[in-house]
């Protein structure tokens, strides 16, 4: 039955998911190590006549928790059959698939503002063969194939039509690639994600295009946003539309036409017959859901009634699995509202400045904890912890111990204090004289000429009091 559409715009997406297994999904070929083209492949998963193959039951374990994570119904039995077609990344002709029988269905993931994206079906696939295009897709007169893709365990989600802008399916990618970090079944330095993005609008009447394989959820908006102009170009242009299916390029941010849009009967699915029913039982599924983690939504429930922590600050300490982890185990050794701030705000900082991903942190735990408590304790400025906090993300070391052999803990000689504000006033008539007629602005210059002369190590609260009170009482 033909769904009836109303929005201006109509998105759906098949997420093709990396597990992070050891080896491939029907075979035992490593599925990372030796890079050199065609090194990890054996007869199985060219598919060699004679060869049998056999389900990674890491790779069962794996999407079944996704499923469960994404509130899927989970079926009782895993079927895989062959979707056949004739393209060179899949040596046998077919790729290992399921399809009457997906392993979990029916699920969701909630956006933002609240609307639920449908998962249609959550199954296992083996990933085809890498394409090179040595002078590009467009220009190339040949294809080289690497096969040390081919097998590797896919889990394919596939959701309903229900996204209306390329931000929506930004953010469900996002939100996608969260939980999969929680299930700690995706490793974002060695394994892919990539999207196919069926779109179309309402002016076509939903004629529908697909673009492939785009990685990157930057790309997925940016091909989305590019599609959208280009459907309604066409539409203005009195072009007729035809469901097709096209390739995205990141180069110049265009969509070009492969094929025209292939049904699922093209496919000749059939069962496979060299892979036997296997039976998804109550146990196993309830040995799995023990297994299960806190996921996104459950830890920021946690972080605001446990921790009293704001909602804000919540989201983006869940929305970061090693953000998250950091902030449980330093909220137990000083104040969670301070290492909310602290993790929130200057760790996102300097990994951000440093190009760096959270998988990429080296940060031990117990340092920040010793840089949270001194700032806590008011033994360091913020500009000192600061700084401390700019060279923990490059080296490991003790901030403490550093705080007392560069003698940064904070002056709280008061006397010193008051005499060089004096100082500074009396440099400074002008200025203090400026904040005196409501500038505010004047009396952040004279703290930032004491914090300078202190190399940080004066409370700027304390000192803001100093300068008040002093150019008050003139």
């Known amino acids: 039955m033909k769904m009836k559409f109303t929005a201006d715009i109509i998105i759906g997406t098949e997420v093709h998911v990396q597990l992070n297994t050891n080896t491939k999904l029907f075979c035992s070929c490593a599925t ?4 050199i083209p065609n090194s990890r492949c054996c007869e199985i998963c060219l598919g060699m006549p004679g060869s049998k193959p056999l389900v990674n039951q890491k790779a069962i374990e794996y999407a079944l928790k996704l499923a469960l994570a994404l509130h899927c119904k989970i079926n009782p039995d895993v079927i895989f059959s062959r979707k056949v077609y004739f393209y060179p990344d899949l040596a046998k002709n077919y790729q290992i698939t399921q399809f009457e029988v997906p392993l ?15 998962i249609e079906r959550i199954h296992l696939e083996e990933d085809p063969a890498s394409l090179i295009h040595p002078a590009g897709m467009e220009k190339s007169q040949y294809t080289l194939i690497d096969y040390n893709r081919s097998g590797i365990p896919l889990c394919e989600i ?9 931000e929506e399916a930004r953010e469900f990618m996002n939100k996608l690639k969260i939980i999969l970090q929680y299930l700690k079944i995706f490793d974002e330095n060695v394994c892919v994600i990539k999207a196919d993005a069926n779109i179309s609008i309402k002016e076509s009447g939903y004629i529908r295009s697909e673009i492939k394989n785009i990685t990157g959820f930057k790309e997925i908006e940016d091909a989305l946003l590019y599609e959208i102009q280009r459907q309604k170009k066409a539409i203005k ?9 096209r390739g995205w390029n990141p180069d110049n941010k265009t969509t070009i036409r492969l094929r025209t849009k292939e049904t699922e009967a093209d496919y000749g699915y059939i069962i496979d017959p060299d892979l036997v029913k296997i039976d ?11 297994e299960m983690p806190e996921l996104p939504e459950q830890k920021i429930h946690k972080f605001i009634h446990t921790h009293k922590i704001n909602e804000q600050d919540a989201k983006i300490l869940a929305a970061e699995y090693i953000l998250a982890e950091l902030f449980e185990q330093i909220a137990v050794e000083v104040s969670p509202q301070l290492a909310a701030k602290w993790l929130r705000r200057e760790l996102i900082r300097v990994v951000n400045y440093n190009k760096m991903n959270f998988s ?16 806590e304790k008011k033994e360091i400025t913020e500009t000192v912890g600061q700084d ?20 940064l803990k904070t002056v709280q000689d008061i006397a010193q204090l008051e005499s060089l504000c004096k100082e500074i006033i009396s440099k400074n008539a002008q200025v203090a004289q400026d904040y005196k007629n409501g500038k505010q602005e004047a009396l952040h210059f004279l703290i930032g ?16 009091e100093m300068f008040e009170k002093m150019i008050k009482d003139e």
């Open 104 to 118: 979990g269905e029916n699920g969701c993931i909630i956006l933002d503002s609240g609307r639920k994206v449908k």
């Open 237 to 245: 242009d009195n072009e007729k539309l035809i469901q097709d299916t």
């Open 449 to 464: 000429q004491v914090m300078r002369q202190m190399k940080g190590k004066a409370d700027a609260k304390a000192l803001k």
């Open 360 to 375: 990429q942190l080296k940060i031990d735990v117990k340092h920040l904890i010793e840089l949270f408590s001194m700032i």
């Open 32 to 35: 990372k190590g030796e890079d």
């Open 388 to 407: 401390i906090m700019n060279q923990l993300i490059i080296k490991q070391f003790s901030p403490k111990e550093y705080v007392e052999k560069n003698n």
């Open 280 to 290: 998804i039982t109550e146990k196993f599924v309830k040995d799995i859901q023990k």
């Open 158 to 166: 596939v959701t309903a039509p229900e996204m209306h802008s390329p």
